[in-house]
């Protein structure tokens, strides 16, 4: 690599905005940006999977985020690599080594899944209210619902809960002013412009417009969700009964 | 053969270090809350330091052993008994076949750990011995222990002996703890809070909640308010975060903490002070010491050697005892 392509890139790495700080004295996160953007999400990926390959002894968990990633680490792993210096100093030169990989986004790991789901007002109990509120009948949300490709962002919140998006304009909606105390595992809901599954029962703020019979997690698999950061999931509308026999004869 | 549980307690689980590198799929560590006690525990066995140890609470479990093994309690002091005879914490015991555990009160703290030489057989879930409630796997079947639960052991310990036997040293660990001043690094959202609610943070006392678990404390208190209105994005949580709620209250995030959160991150709780929080009970007060990041570390690191020289004593005085019998 000749000396002009090497400041060339440096130049490019700083060009790029980013903030890195301690969420404790054993994590650090790496910030890309402050909204929910495609591009952002990807360098976020690129830098996950970048880390994952290169097993860093004393990095115990890598977990991307919208716009960010954060490393959870071990201080006195990190020390017998590396005793002189702090060990927050010692992974974040890691982190930030790791930005030269936003050259080539790895996009390889995307995958496509389709989920159906019931948007039915017994299992959608916000459906009618979100209609109202929209000005939409519930067949336009489905429309509107069911059109968008949306990304997996993260998955937070709840063992295998992903947080997806763009939601179109048109279904925005704020988180109930009071969570419920029992959402049903499968509850498809929105939330701002995320939208999301749970996988199971839980508390829950999001706007619920429909069910999946689909299970999410199965903790005898090796791994135990059904979705990964950065797949592409579009939502296919089912009816009732083929929600209950899907439901009752999963296969 | 191993134990069997006479009388649960409050929430008696087995518990390890965690377990990691599943956090990107939300699924959280959900380790011990003590991670002194649990290393002190199963060092004073001969243990790894990260066996699978039963994490108990208070009113504590009645623990009957089905034969004989060596034993140590590390973390809280709820005055335990072995067939009415009392038995300190942190120090190494040999209980024979049929004799009975138990706790009668709190003398000092809020978790205690018990550890078996060798560890509990336990249901392994994603490289962890370790119980996750939620999804009722790991730990014993995937839940709190029960009345006339059965745990195995792992190991046979062969040792003639008549009746329960404390060895004779134990573990000081009191330097470990450091008690109700809480050290603290400041989080990315600290400078976001206006000066008065700095200076509460940093000079008033906040009481530990009713409403706290293993998942979080909620901290009573003057509530907190923000220079400017600021939307964070949801991101990593680690264990000891003070998340600022929207209501101006705040919440210290424990072993069951979830992955992610959205919440402002007024500070962090030091590695090495996450041992006396989870010492603290219910209607505790503590104060907050902030400390630079650097001092956060060199503390941590402190107490990791210390508990390394420990090791190797314990281990010492166990391999020449046994060895001697």
Redesign the interface.
């Known amino acids: 690599m000749s000396i002009t392509k090497d400041v060339l890139t440096c130049t490019m790495e700083f060009a790029l905005p980013y903030h890195c700080?301690?969420?404790?004295?054993?994590?650090i996160?790496l910030?890309l940006g402050?909204?929910?953007n495609e591009e952002i999400n990807d360098r976020v990926m690129s830098l996950?999977y970048w880390l994952k390959d290169e097993q860093i002894p004393g990095i115990?968990?890598?977990?991307?985020?919208?716009?960010?990633i954060?490393l959870?680490y071990d201080?006195?792993i990190i020390?017998k690599i590396s005793p002189k210096t702090?060990?927050?100093h010692f992974v974040r030169t890691i982190l930030l080594s790791g930005l030269k990989h936003f050259d080539t986004p790895q996009i390889k790991h995307k995958r496509n899944i389709s989920i159906p789901v019931c948007y039915d007002e017994t299992l959608g109990p916000d459906l009618a209210s979100l209609a109202d509120e929209k000005q939409l009948n519930i067949q336009e949300i489905i429309q509107i619902h069911t059109a968008a490709i949306y990304r997996v962002y993260?998955?937070?919140?709840?063992?295998?809960?992903a947080?997806m998006g763009k939601v179109d304009e048109r279904l925005m909606v704020n988180r109930k002013a009071s969570p419920r105390n029992q959402v049903a595992a499968g509850s498809v809901g929105i939330a701002g412009t995320q939208t999301g599954i749970y996988p199971?029962e839980?508390p829950g703020g999001w706007q619920l417009i429909g069910q999946t019979p689909i299970n999410l997690?199965n903790?005898s698999a090796s791994?135990?969700?059904y979705f990964?950061?950065g797949d592409l999931v579009q939502f296919v509308s089912i009816e009732l009964d083929e929600f209950y026999q899907l439901k009752n004869n999963p296969s | 053969m191993g134990i069997r549980i006479q009388k649960q307690g409050m929430a008696d689980s087995l518990r390890d270090g965690g377990r990691f590198g599943f956090q990107h799929l939300g699924i959280p560590p959900s380790g011990v809350m003590d991670p002194v006690a649990l290393f002190v525990a199963n060092t004073l066995v001969g243990n790894e330091p990260d066996t699978a140890v039963l994490e108990m609470h208070f009113p504590a479990p009645i623990i009957e052993f089905e034969t004989t093994t060596l034993i140590a309690i590390s973390g809280a002091d709820f005055d335990a008994s072995i067939d009415g005879v009392e038995i300190a914490i942190n120090q190494p015991i040999i209980v024979t076949a049929n004799s009975v555990l138990r706790f009668s009160k709190i003398l000092a703290g809020a978790r205690a750990y018990l550890a078996v030489k060798g560890g509990f057989v336990a249901d392994h879930w994603l490289e962890s011995d370790g119980t996750q409630l939620l999804v009722g796997r790991g730990g014993f079947k995937g839940r709190n222990l029960q009345k006339n639960d059965q745990l195995a052991f792992k190991q046979t310990f062969n040792y003639h002996i008549e009746e329960p036997s404390l060895l004779p040293w134990r573990a000081n660990v009191a330097d470990c703890y450091l008690g109700k001043t809480i050290q603290m690094i400041e989080g990315p959202e600290f400078k976001l809070l206006n000066d008065a609610s700095k200076k509460i943070v940093r000079e008033n006392s906040f009481v530990i909640s009713n409403n706290s678990n293993r998942m979080g404390f909620r901290m009573q208190g003057a509530s907190l308010e923000l220079r400017e209105g600021y939307e964070c994005l949801s991101s990593a949580v680690s264990m000891g975060t003070l998340q600022l709620l929207p209501d101006g209250s705040t919440i210290l995030l424990m072993a069951d903490h979830q992955t992610a959160g959205g919440y402002h991150r007024i500070a962090h709780a030091s590695s090495a002070a996450i041992p006396s929080l989870a010492q603290l009970n219910v209607g505790e007060t503590i104060q907050y010491q902030f400390i630079s990041l650097e001092t956060a570390e060199q503390t941590l690191m402190k107490q990791q050697r210390y508990l390394i020289q420990l090791a190797h004593a314990c281990n010492f005085r166990l391999h020449e005892y046994l060895a001697n019998e």
Do not use: N, V, W
């Open positions: 700080y301690p969420i404790g004295d054993q994590a996160t910030e402050h909204t929910i996950f115990k968990d890598i977990i991307p985020a919208y716009a960010s954060s959870i201080a006195q020390r702090s060990p927050y993260m998955i937070g919140f709840l063992p295998g809960f947080y199971f839980s997690f903790p791994s135990p969700t990964e950061p």
